[in-house]
């Protein structure tokens, strides 16, 4: 069968996982073992690649019993009261909160505190109960609405002064549509652009990589909300698209002859993952 693939160059890792898992192995080189706060990466594989190492998951729930000892915050960041908790358990915390996390986390505390005395409104679209989500909402006292779209809006008071943020992760362009939603039934609505500038570069360069192949392989975890966002995207303009989460969910009757395969994945895919399905689809194939 004659088939063409290729890896999408702009896949893998982004800058907050990439930091996180490189501290997360240096740590490891000099220590029999480190405990993540949650999964460093939404990401089996690697998550399994990292425990070999070493790597202990904990829980919100191990952490309170945990003293005197060193603990992992990932990429996604933590509300504060988790780093109440780390003094006042005498832990050592390594904090790979991406900068972009971070800042935004500040500007939510500060603009929570500047509307709180007005009775403003904190709104984060965002996926409920993702590991970001938490931290941002951790940043207004746990008062922040969450909504995921515009199926949200009944939540929200839009007599009150409203401030309206985004998981960095989220689809920008849903973002902007629900936005638009709220600016014309608010009076007193002020929207940030919050959605990391890699993750949305990445959905233009996606939309160009899935329209050039016949085919497409996605390759992330499930638990991913970046993943699941990006898949969307390539079905959406490329209906042969698949998302895989390891090489051996490859089906060979999804290839015909004369294809070109597109490789590509989640910002919580590693490198080397996306080569091993394109080796294995090699083996399959050829």
């Known amino acids: 069968m004659n088939i063409k693939v290729e890896i999408d160059a702009g896949s893998g890792f982004c800058y907050g996982v990439i930091r996180a898992v490189e501290q997360a192995e240096h740590y490891l080189k000099f220590?029999?073992?480190?405990?993540?706060?949650?999964?460093?990466?939404?990401?089996?594989?690697?998550?399994?690649?990292?425990?070999?190492?070493?790597?202990?998951?904990?829980?919100?729930?191990?952490?309170?019993?945990?003293?005197?000892?060193?603990?992992?915050?990932?990429?996604?960041?933590?509300?504060?009261?988790?780093?109440?908790?780390?003094?006042?358990?005498?832990?050592?915390?390594?904090?790979?909160?991406?900068?972009?996390?971070?800042k935004l986390q500040e500007?939510?505390?500060?603009?929570?505190?500047?509307?709180?005395?007005?009775?403003?409104?904190?709104?984060?679209?965002?996926k409920a109960g993702h590991a970001e989500v938490n931290g941002l909402v951790g940043q207004t006292d746990g008062t922040a609405i969450v909504i995921d779209g515009v199926r949200g809006l009944d939540l929200i008071d839009f007599e009150r002064p409203i401030a309206l943020f985004s998981q960095t992760t989220k689809d920008p362009v849903e973002y902007e549509r629900t936005a638009a939603y709220m600016l014309e039934r608010g009076k007193n609505v002020k929207v940030f652009n919050t959605i990391c500038r890699q993750v949305a570069s990445r959905h233009n360069s996606l939309v160009r990589f899935a329209e050039s192949h016949s085919i497409v392989l996605f390759v992330s975890g499930k638990e991913s909300s970046n993943g699941k966002v990006l898949y969307d995207l390539c079905k959406s303009v490329n209906p042969r698209s698949y998302w895989l989460e390891n090489k051996d969910l490859i089906d060979p009757t999804w290839f015909k002859d004369g294809d070109f395969v597109g490789i590509c994945g989640a910002t919580s895919t590693p490198k080397w993952q996306l080569e091993e399905i394109k080796a294995k689809l090699s083996y399959i194939i050829f």
């Open 31 to 102: 220590n029999s073992r480190l405990y993540s706060l949650g999964d460093i990466v939404h990401n089996s594989l690697e998550l399994d690649r990292l425990k070999g190492k070493g790597l202990k998951i904990l829980t919100a729930k191990d952490v309170r019993n945990l003293k005197n000892d060193v603990i992992l915050i990932r990429a996604h960041g933590e509300p504060p009261e988790t780093y109440r908790m780390a003094r006042d358990n005498n832990l050592q915390i390594i904090d790979c909160t991406c900068p972009v996390v971070l």
């Open 107 to 126: 500007k939510i505390r500060s603009t929570y505190l500047e509307i709180k005395e007005a009775e403003g409104q904190i709104v984060i679209f965002g």
